[in-house]
């Protein structure tokens, strides 16, 4: 029992998730979106017209959030950072050049955390043939604790760290002021009072 | 050349050091001060209305900060449990084979490493991360929040809604009138034949 729950904890899957600031900020905002709405709709203290209300203006927020974050974070941050890293970094660490993107990086990245023998199973799949480098392909192949580049890691969580901030608690805020209100009208949601002076009459 | 060495340590440093708990908590700092301040700033809302949200607002950042915190640490701590565990799970198997072949048995290999540990921390801190956004903070705002805020600022009224009687209300019962002897003596002159 002990042993299997540490197995789960230590699995490469977690610790691809709980070590990315970006999964940690999607799984994170997409509790959310479940976890609040879900306990005003709980809450026995309001009534049903204005749970429905505030439950799914919240709802709308945090898919707001989820949105901004996949389309604008990710991409820009993300993948930004990994940019201006190569260009102005890449003249004192090369190795950041060994890599198209931040994604191949971060594969590498998961790659070299993994035993050999599932490293080795993992590249031998053929989806994974044209992947790295020959260089690294080797790398990887023949060391058991293959080089891990642990700063270029620490730019693209940098760069995920601070758009994550930006777009969650500056853009998401002002693009959901926009949208929500139309979006709950639209669902015929907007202004419960009025609602429930028409159903009392 | 020299700060381009400075920032490939720092981001070293970041990569070894980022916890989930420090990224939920730095973004529920700005968004307890960049919500209110938005929601202050729009100009279609009434005052009182803005006053009440933008608390509101505020209070549900300032509880979730240091529910993240001690979310993350607690379940952060249980590393350390689930490793003396572990542990000795590990050494009476190992005792039991060594009795059966009479090998000697190396603790040191049998522990569980400083590595792994550190590893299942930061992945037992995700997930108390996870469950504090899904279960603990909703729960406590629903609780806690609109006490505070009635305390701070009475919530805004709407005027549309009519006011509704209370549901049992408590009658009065008049006391039964019994003549008194004035109505006797209300005419002048003497009667004949009753009242």
């Known amino acids: 029992m002990i042993t299997a729950i540490t197995k789960a904890l230590t699995s490469n899957a977690l610790t691809a998730m709980a070590t990315n600031t970006s999964s940690q900020m999607i799984s994170e905002t997409t509790l959310k979106a479940i976890g609040r709405p879900g306990a005003i709709l709980v809450d026995n203290k309001i009534s049903d017209d204005t749970k429905k209300y505030a439950a799914a203006k919240e709802f709308l927020y945090q898919a707001t959030c989820l949105l901004v974050f996949a389309t604008i974070i990710v991409p820009v941050f993300k993948h930004?950072?990994?940019?201006?890293?190569?260009?102005?970094?890449?003249?004192?660490?090369?190795?950041?050049?060994?890599?198209?993107?931040?994604?191949?990086?971060?594969?590498?990245?998961?790659?070299?955390?993994?035993?050999?023998?599932?490293?080795?199973?993992?590249?031998?799949?053929?989806?994974?043939?044209?992947?790295?480098?020959?260089?690294?392909?080797?790398?990887l192949k023949t060391t058991e604790h293959p080089q891990t580049y642990d700063w270029i890691k620490g730019a693209i969580e940098t760069g995920s760290f601070t758009g994550s901030i930006l777009g969650l608690a500056i853009l998401a805020p002002q693009i959901s002021h926009a949208t929500i209100h139309p979006a709950l009208k639209f669902l015929g949601l907007e202004k419960p009072a009025e609602k429930k002076l028409d159903k009392q009459a | 050349m020299a700060y381009q060495e400075r920032l490939v340590k720092t981001f070293e440093y970041i990569a070894k050091n980022l916890k989930a708990t420090h990224t939920v908590m730095a973004i529920a700092t700005v968004k307890g001060i960049c919500r209110p301040t938005f929601t202050m700033m729009d100009k279609t809302e009434k005052p009182e209305t803005k006053k009440y949200t933008a608390l509101r607002e505020g209070i549900t950042e300032a509880v979730a900060i240091p529910v993240y915190f001690i979310c993350g640490e607690l379940a952060g701590f249980g590393a350390k449990i689930l490793r003396n565990v572990q542990d000795s799970v590990n050494i009476k198997k190992a005792k039991k084979l060594a009795e059966k072949t009479g090998d000697i048995i190396d603790l040191e290999k049998i522990k569980q490493s400083p590595e792994v540990t550190k590893k299942i921390a930061n992945n037992l801190r995700f997930l108390g991360v996870c469950t504090a956004a899904l279960l603990v903070i909703p729960s406590v705002c629903s609780v806690a929040i609109k006490p505070i805020v009635d305390e701070i600022i009475k919530p805004p009224k709407n005027p549309d809604l009519p006011k509704i009687p209370p549901a049992n209300p408590v009658q009065q019962i008049k006391p039964i009138q019994r003549p008194s002897i004035n109505s006797f003596l209300g005419s002048h002159g003497m009667k004949v034949g009753g009242v």
């Open chain 1, 80 to 139: 930004g950072t990994f940019k201006m890293a190569k260009k102005y970094l890449g003249t004192v660490r090369p190795e950041i050049n060994q890599f198209k993107n931040a994604n191949e990086y971060l594969d590498y990245y998961k790659l070299a955390h993994k035993k050999m023998q599932n490293r080795l199973a993992s590249l031998s799949k053929d989806h994974s043939e044209n992947k790295f480098t020959p260089e690294l392909r080797e790398h």
